[in-house]
């Protein structure tokens, strides 16, 4: 299994732009990236030091300041405002281009507040529907949630670019958007799941607001990978992969609900 290092430098309180570096690891050789993570290991949380030779693609980001807040209430220190680390360890998938990141990108507290706005505009303004899903928000249609979004969905977009090696940009002015599957007991009602498809993208993202425990089943299944896996996200993890080639779908939840934050993301020419 492959480990593929993001390097985030995070903001600090009187700066507002983030930069990312992603050292060569994934196609340096062997003892260089042993080089690379015994050097993650030593100075976790702090500037990392890593040898210009082992950087493949960098980047800086803006966002709001107001949520540099946070990073004073928050001990650990955040990769994009109300993530857990500076630095994302992505596996690649066995069998095709796609990945998963090993630790969550989102802290808890931040997927919880976002399920609970998206719950209130659902139930205030009524749930989207899309050809797949049932239960669906614009992101931008709300402005809390843009608030509480922007940060998380503008670093996994640029984990994105690293990992494919393109800019890109969002497939329409209306991404990203929330998935929300609700077991409710009865055979009728609910919305469990998502067939077999392909997305209107070329690399989506399914970063799990919801913690495992909340629900029972669920899960993604990507076909070229294995029809058997059931790849199950942790609160606050993200699955990359070419969603409009590779068809997909969502497991049936059995049990609670499942919600996911969802953007889908054309390669655009630099
Ligand atoms: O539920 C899942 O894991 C898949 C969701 C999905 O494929 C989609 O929303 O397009
Ligand atoms: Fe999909």
């Known amino acids: 299994m492959d480990s593929y290092l993001l390097?985030?430098?995070?903001?600090?309180?009187?700066?507002?732009?983030?930069?990312?570096?992603?050292?060569?690891?994934?196609?340096?050789?062997?003892?260089?990236?042993?080089?690379?993570?015994?050097?993650?290991?030593?100075?976790?949380?702090?500037?990392?030091?890593?040898?210009?030779?082992?950087?493949e693609a960098s980047g800086t980001v803006d966002f709001p300041v107001p949520k540099l807040r946070r990073l004073s209430a928050c001990p650990s220190v955040e990769l994009v405002p109300g993530s857990l680390s500076t630095i994302c360890f992505f596996s690649r998938l066995k069998n095709i281009d796609a990945y998963t990141s090993q630790t969550p990108v989102v802290a808890p507290g931040l997927c919880d507040e976002i399920i609970?706005?998206?719950?209130?505009?659902?139930?205030?303004?009524?749930?989207?529907?899309?050809?797949?899903?049932?239960?669906?928000?614009?992101?931008?249609?709300?402005?809390d949630l843009v608030?509480?979004?922007?940060?998380?969905?503008?670093?996994?977009?640029?984990?994105?670019?690293?990992?494919?090696?393109?800019?890109?940009?969002?497939?329409?002015?209306?991404?990203?958007?929330?998935?929300?599957?609700?077991?409710?007991?009865?055979?009728?009602e609910g919305f469990t799941h998502v067939d077999?498809?392909?997305?209107?993208?070329?690399?989506?993202?399914?970063?799990?607001?919801?913690?495992?425990?909340?629900?029972?089943?669920?899960?993604?299944?990507?076909?070229?990978?294995?029809?058997?896996?059931h790849i199950h996200l942790g609160q606050g993890e993200v699955l990359i992969f070419e969603g409009g080639k590779e068809r997909h779908r969502g497991v049936k939840i059995t049990e609670g609900k499942r919600v996911l934050l969802v953007g889908f993301l054309k390669r655009v020419s630099e």
């Open 7 to 55: 390097q985030i430098s995070p903001p600090t309180p009187t700066s507002n732009r983030l930069s990312w570096i992603v050292p060569g690891a994934p196609r340096a050789d062997a003892d260089r990236k042993r080089k690379a993570s015994r050097k993650l290991q030593f100075h976790e949380g702090v500037d990392l030091g890593l040898e210009s030779s082992l950087v």
């Open 147 to 188: 608030r509480l979004t922007k940060g998380v969905c503008l670093g996994v977009k640029r984990a994105c670019e690293q990992l494919y090696g393109s800019k890109m940009d969002w497939t329409q002015r209306n991404e990203p958007h929330i998935v929300s599957y609700i077991h409710t007991g009865s055979s009728k």
């Open 116 to 143: 609970a706005r998206a719950d209130e505009v659902g139930t205030t303004k009524g749930w989207g529907t899309y050809v797949f899903a049932k239960r669906t928000l614009h992101v931008n249609d709300d402005r």
């Open 196 to 229: 077999w498809h392909t997305d209107s993208s070329e690399v989506t993202f399914l970063l799990s607001l919801s913690p495992l425990k909340s629900y029972s089943g669920g899960g993604t299944v990507i076909e070229a990978e294995s029809k058997e896996k």
